[in-house]
């Protein structure tokens, strides 16, 4: 599924070479339409196929299991769009998986932010680094899918003053509204990892870890968890011997916050 994914996403980042000048622009237009559109075919059956496996569910995280599901409903929107000119009647189908790839994106947000925010504050996203990064994924995959769409509705419109080539209104009309979702997305995810990167900077964190592994003030965390303070303990000798240990872990945190305010969103 990771390879599909990442053939898609190729498919939408491709772009021909600024000497390439066609003889022929308009049976060239028609052949890179139709190697779209069979391409979209092949990756949306294939990752529909792969996603209702029995055994894909117990193979996947929550976060992946959304992300390669939105691009699978993407790679069929697209679908559905690239295939429909403006005089097509209005694509039945594609309101319906636009709402399904918002409503899948929103779950996956939800559940980030909202954990994010839980006591003790932004303990979460300190833990959960791979959710965070598929929020990022997924909107990027959305926003790059609008962008791809929304291009080729430009070109047709270049290459047929008719615009009978061009894309249905509707098609433009819900790729805008996927690329608002996922700009605001990405806008949040780069303020929280600001906020990450300001709390990692403040003081007592040293004590702070240690709380909420081996209990105090600030022991929310993981408050009896046995198992894990005792696989703890017996890691780092108790609490006694864990401030190395916890050191190291605030550390490494603050070089993770600082590695993904270097991520670009876009």
Request: glycine content about 6%.
């Amino acid at each position: 599924m990771s390879f599909l994914a990442e053939q898609y996403l190729d498919l939408l980042a491709f772009k021909a070479p600024k000497d390439y000048k066609p003889a022929k622009a308009n049976e060239a237009a028609i052949r890179d339409r139709n190697y779209i559109i069979e391409t979209l075919a092949r990756l949306s059956n294939s990752l529909t196929t792969f996603i209702h496996k029995p055994e894909t569910p117990s193979l996947l995280t929550a976060p992946e299991t959304t992300y390669y599901t939105v691009i699978s409903l993407l790679s069929a929107g697209l679908l559905t769009a690239i295939s429909t000119t403006r005089a097509d009647p209005v694509p039945k189908n594609l309101s319906l998986l636009a709402s399904s790839v918002r409503s899948a994106f929103a779950s996956l947000k939800t559940t980030f932010f909202t954990s994010s925010t839980s006591s003790p504050e932004i303990y979460s996203s300190l833990t959960n680094m791979h959710t965070m990064s598929y929020v990022r994924d997924t909107a990027l995959a959305m926003k790059h899918s609008a962008a791809f769409v929304m291009a080729f509705h430009e070109k047709e419109l270049a290459r047929d003053r008719t615009g009978k080539s061009s894309l249905h209104k509707e098609v433009i009309a819900e790729m805008k509204a996927l690329d608002a979702v996922a700009t605001k997305a990405l806008v949040e995810l780069k303020k929280h990892i600001q906020k990450l990167k300001e709390a990692l900077g403040e003081g007592g964190w040293l004590d702070r870890m240690l709380d909420w592994v081996f209990g105090g003030e600030d022991s929310q965390v993981g408050e009896g968890d046995g198992e894990v303070l005792q696989a703890v303990s017996e890691l780092v000798g108790g609490r006694d011997g864990a401030e190395e240990w916890a050191a190291k872990v605030v550390e490494s945190w603050r070089d993770g916050a600082k590695g993904w305010g270097m991520v670009r969103m876009e």
